[in-house]
């Protein structure tokens, strides 16, 4: 089988040590592999959500991705490898993708990990400490009870068009919420 052309194409990440939030993605689509910036499907409202919900000072598309850093947010992916959809990835690939975005965690520190998804959430819970029991029903959308060393964990919706679950309004929710949390946060430790 011939592979394609972008299938061997990865992204850079943008991230520094103390961010205010770290955005974890699940892995990028084929047309963030082939433009070469996070969150770049056409369909994909992540930077859009970022600017509205005035997490990012200004407007932005995918081609400012390398801007993030310098305002204190930052962008990785759990799973390197592009795929045209997540139905593509194998289960090994999740637990060696949080291997490591778990030591990415713990060199740059960020205050808030922000995973880009529920799906991502749900398939790395299994994989963190501190995660609730198995069957319980944690809250899926929003700030989680527990920490990844050190930093807050917060759930978002995926933003990409393919997404149905989620209206814009209540993606847009999401992200002023975790806004107003890391903003919170950072005040109660000054």
């Known amino acids: 089988m011939i592979k394609p052309d972008w299938s061997e194409l990865r992204l850079k990440d943008r991230i520094r040590p103390g961010l205010h939030v770290l955005f974890v993605g699940i892995n990028l689509g084929v047309r963030s592999a082939i433009t070469r910036h996070h969150f770049a499907g056409y369909s994909n409202r992540f930077w859009k959500l970022l600017s509205d919900s005035r997490l990012a000072p200004q407007p932005m598309t995918y081609e400012d991705d390398e801007r993030l850093p310098g305002w204190n947010l ?45 799906t991502l959430y749900r398939a790395i819970l299994p994989l963190l400490d501190g995660a609730p029991p198995a069957g319980s029903r944690p809250r899926v959308v929003g700030p989680q009870p527990m920490r990844l060393h050190g930093a807050r964990l917060f759930v978002l919706p995926n933003p990409s068009g393919r997404n149905a679950n989620f209206t814009y309004a209540e993606m847009l929710n999401a992200f002023v919420e975790l806004r107003r949390w890391t903003e919170k946060a950072r005040e109660t430790k000054l």
């Open 74 to 118: 930052g962008i990785t992916n759990l799973v390197a490898r592009p795929s045209p959809g997540i139905d593509d990835l194998r289960p090994a690939e999740y637990i060696e993708g949080w291997k490591v975005l778990d030591r990415k965690i713990r060199r740059y520190r960020p205050q808030v990990v922000a995973l880009v998804g529920v």
